[in-house]
Antibody, heavy 122, light 112 residues
Framework: QVTLRESGPALVKPTQTLTLTCTFS??????????VSWIRQPPGKALEWLAL???????YYSTSLKTRLTISKDTSKNQVVLTMTNMDPVDTATYYC??????????????WGQGTMVTVSS | QSVLTQPPSVSAAPGQKVTISCSGS????????VSWYQQLPGTAPKLLIY???KRPSGIPDRFSGSKSGTSATLGITGLQTGDEADYYC?????????????FGGGTKLTVL
């Protein structure tokens, strides 16, 4: 059974750096074709794709946020980490990690974590 | 403003059929697979359709997907009250200005 679970702080202050961890099971990110993405959703708003890392350690970032984002993986721990610098109240959202299989950028996200709510406030 | 355009809301009676459109461009839908997700209130999105028209195991055939040019459509037949949810289309955008994963603004389905 494939599962993903997000973890991180529920509250961060403006200008701080957010670090989120996605811990997964049921697959290996060293297996060809496996990818993990981060996606967020502000309250009452639409989904927004943030970043993707694949089995070959290739990384892709949202054009509008790429200067603030870093995605990395620890294959031995089955974890993917996302850092977002210079947090602002507009970054308040539920942050999801999701798996994609196939190795192509347009592969669908077949399994999602439950999400973790992050509030940015002083 | 989302890269992909969806109607904000659609509605239909139980048992009826509804379609949800997703409009894009050649840099996204026109040259990439489209997927569709269902998000029930307070839950994470769930994959409904991948590669334009394929259903994952466990998704009933009441749900269907299609793509033509730079637009895609999700169809739901035999509507049930449990289908009330937000629906999102998604794909990849290859343009320099919006490169990366993209989603539509979401469509809220109301089953009257």
């Amino acid at each position: 059974q494939v599962t993903l679970r997000e973890s991180g702080p529920a509250l961060v202050k403006p200008t701080q750096t957010l670090t989120l961890t996605c811990t997964f099971s049921g697959f290996s990110l060293s297996t060809s074709g496996m990818c993990v993405s981060w996606i967020r959703q502000p309250p009452g708003k639409a989904l927004e794709w943030l970043a993707l890392i694949d089995w070959d350690d290739d990384k892709y970032y949202s054009t509008s946020l790429k200067t603030r984002l870093t995605i990395s993986k620890d294959t031995s721990k089955n974890q993917v980490v996302l850092t977002m610098t210079n947090m602002d109240p507009v970054d308040t959202a539920t942050y999801y990690c999701a798996r994609a299989v196939g190795g192509l950028p347009d592969d669908a996200f077949d399994i999602w974590g439950q999400g973790t709510m992050v509030t940015v406030s002083s | 403003q989302s890269v992909l355009t969806q109607p904000p809301s659609v509605s239909a009676a139980p048992g009826q059929k509804v379609t949800i459109s997703c409009s894009g461009s050649s840099s996204n839908i026109g040259n990439n697979y489209v997927s569709w997700y269902q998000q029930l209130p307070g839950t994470a999105p769930k994959l409904l359709i991948y590669e334009n028209n394929k259903r994952p195991s466990g998704i009933p055939d009441r749900f269907s997907g299609s793509k033509s040019g730079t637009s895609a459509t999700l169809g739901i037949t035999g509507l049930q009250t449990g289908d009330e949810a937000d629906y999102y289309c998604g794909t990849w955008d290859s343009s320099l200005s919006a490169g990366g994963g993209v989603f539509g603004g979401g469509t809220k389905l109301t089953v009257l």
